[in-house]
């Protein structure tokens, strides 16, 4: 079955970095729209980044363009987000999602067609 397990989420100042890991199985990885979600408590959540494997197109949320940066390991199925210049509006449970139907991902992965969601890991930035 399909498996989404993310990591590296920790505390942090503001202006540090940290690097989340989803390792993907149950699923040919190459074929699939993968993104991070990220979401505060009462709050909807909501796409911050997406990578279409096959052809390695990155989409990104306006909130951390510039500052984000999805990409993935075809041989570790494994996706990362690198974050830079965190800010405490950053603060929240972070998840990898992969897409309900194969092919691109057309702009950020939206919440109603992800398909599969990870447990999340929570990301903390103080100020």
């Known amino acids: 079955q399909v498996e989404l397990v993310e990591s590296g989420g920790a505390s942090v100042q503001a202006g540090g970095s940290l690097r989340l890991s989803c390792e993907a199985s149950?699923?040919?990885?190459?074929?699939?729209?993968l993104g991070w979600f990220r979401q505060e408590p009462g709050k909807v959540r909501e796409g911050v980044a997406s990578i279409s494997i096959s052809v390695g197109r990155t989409d990104y949320a306006d909130s951390v363009k510039g500052r984000f940066t999805i990409s993935q390991d075809n041989t570790k199925k494994t996706l990362y987000l690198q974050m830079n210049d965190l800010k405490p509006e950053d603060t929240a449970m972070y998840y990898c999602?992969?897409?309900?139907?194969?092919?691109?991902?057309?702009?950020?992965?939206?919440?109603?067609?992800?398909?599969?969601w990870g447990q999340g890991t929570q990301v903390t930035v103080s100020s």
């Open positions: 149950g699923f040919t990885y190459s074929n699939w729209c």
């Open positions: 999602a992969r897409r309900r139907y194969s092919g691109g991902c057309g702009g950020v992965l939206r919440r109603g067609d992800v398909g599969y």
